[in-house]
Nanobody, 124 residues
């Protein structure tokens, strides 16, 4: 499966942004999906994950209650609605895909398929 993330940009602290991830090449609904991010000088970290059907989601503690992950299998797309953004949310955001069980995985090594990343900059 090929993935392409988009929707990044510059936003003020407290604002909102919606990221999209477009998938192509394989049956999108066969993949559990995730969002990761990498801030300058830091390791890539898990943000959120969603099951194949979209019925189950899981969030990192740092974004829980502020971010919402969703998917539309008919459109082969996944989304990340980011609200109440903080300066520390500044990072390149990546979408990722994995097959297998619906048990949520937070390690980047569990995801063999990656998009190219989209930059989110939150100004304080």
């Amino acid at each position: 499966v090929q993935l392409q993330a988009s929707g990044g940009g510059l936003v003020q602290a407290g604002g909102s942004l919606r990221l999209s991830c477009a998938a192509s090449g394989r049956t999108f609904s066969n993949y559990n999906m995730g969002w990761f991010r990498q801030a300058p000088g830091k390791e890539r970290e898990f943000v959120a994950a969603i099951s194949r059907s979209g019925g189950s989601t899981y969030y990192a503690g740092s974004v829980k209650g502020r971010f919402i992950i969703a998917r539309d299998n008919a459109k082969n797309a996944m989304y990340l609605q980011m609200n109440s953004l903080k300066a520390e949310d500044t990072a390149v955001y990546y979408c990722a895909a994995r097959t297998g069980s619906t048990v949520f995985h937070t390690a980047r090594s569990s995801y063999p398929y990656w998009g190219q990343g989209t930059l989110v900059t939150v100004s304080s």
